[in-house]
């Protein structure tokens, strides 16, 4: 099946319009489909730094777990049955 597209309708000044006219003309692209770029662009780069903070916050989590030992232990109870 075709990738369906929505229509939206956005309005630039002068100096928006002129930038993403400029990038298209180098390009040799249509403007829409420099506006798909830069949002998907700038779509990566926001959940790129999501995904890196979530780690962050879980690396600095302090949390304590018993020992190996411990744990094995916990499981093969688990499986006696």
């Not at 956005?10 to 040799?28: H, P, Q, S, Y």
């Not at 662009?41 to 916050?57: C, F, H, N, P």
């Not at 020992?67 to 049955?81: A, F, N, P, T």
């Given at each position: 099946?075709?990738?369906?597209?929505?229509?939206?309708?956005?309005?630039?000044?002068?100096?928006?319009?002129?930038?993403?006219?400029?990038?298209?003309?180098?390009?040799?692209?249509?403007?829409?489909?420099?506006l798909?770029?830069?949002?998907?662009?700038?779509?990566?780069?926001?959940?790129?730094?999501?995904?890196?903070?979530?780690?962050?916050?879980?690396?600095?989590?302090?949390?304590?777990?018993p020992?190996?030992?411990?744990?094995?232990?916990?499981?093969?109870?688990?499986?006696?049955?």
């Open positions: 099946m075709p990738d369906r597209k929505k229509r939206i309708e956005i309005r630039l000044n002068e100096g928006e319009f002129k930038k993403v006219e400029d990038l298209a003309r180098i390009k040799g692209r249509p403007i829409a489909q420099i798909r770029e830069a949002l998907d662009t700038l779509y990566e780069k926001v959940s790129a730094q999501e995904r890196k903070k979530a780690v962050e916050d879980l690396a600095a989590l302090s949390v304590k777990l020992s190996w030992e411990k744990i094995e232990e916990e499981i093969e109870g688990l499986h006696e049955d």
